[in-house]
């Protein structure tokens, strides 16, 4: 069973930087590929930026692009976003996302498509 854990955030302060954790469990995690999504007032849920398995590739959504990055760290299992230059307009509940392949271990040797979302933490930003 694979679990994500979001660190809390709360209020921070347009221009204000601050970093979000994700800590995933109960799978090989470097074989995971991470990302965070958000879903602000009203809106739906959108990407925000995906860190692949080996080989590490980092993409980011345009909004974000130049203020946020995203990185893991496969010896804690720990996946992060650091975000600076903070706007209002990034106010949104900020999900985890992991997604993987499992199974094919035995026979019939049979994989599939597994994604995992955590329970999301508020980063609410004001001016």
């Known amino acids: 069973q694979v679990q994500l854990v979001e660190s809390w955030v709360g209020s921070v302060q347009a221009r204000d930087s601050l970093r979000v954790s994700c800590a995933a469990s109960?799978?090989?995690?470097?074989?995971?590929?991470m990302a965070w999504f958000r879903q602000g007032p009203a809106k739906e849920r959108d990407f925000v930026a995906r860190v692949s398995a080996a080989p590490v590739n980092q993409y980011y959504a345009s909004s974000v692009k130049g203020r946020f990055t995203i990185s893991r760290d496969n010896a804690k299992n720990t996946m992060y976003l650091q975000m600076s230059s903070l706007k209002p307009e990034d106010t949104a509940v900020y999900y985890c996302?992991?997604?993987?392949?499992?199974?094919?271990?035995?026979?019939?040797?049979?994989?599939?498509?597994?994604?995992?979302w955590g329970q999301g933490t508020l980063v609410a930003v004001s001016s």
């Open positions: 996302n992991a997604d993987m392949v499992v199974g094919g271990t035995a026979p019939p040797y049979i994989h599939r498509y597994l994604e995992v």
């Open positions: 109960g799978h090989t995690f470097t074989d995971v590929h």
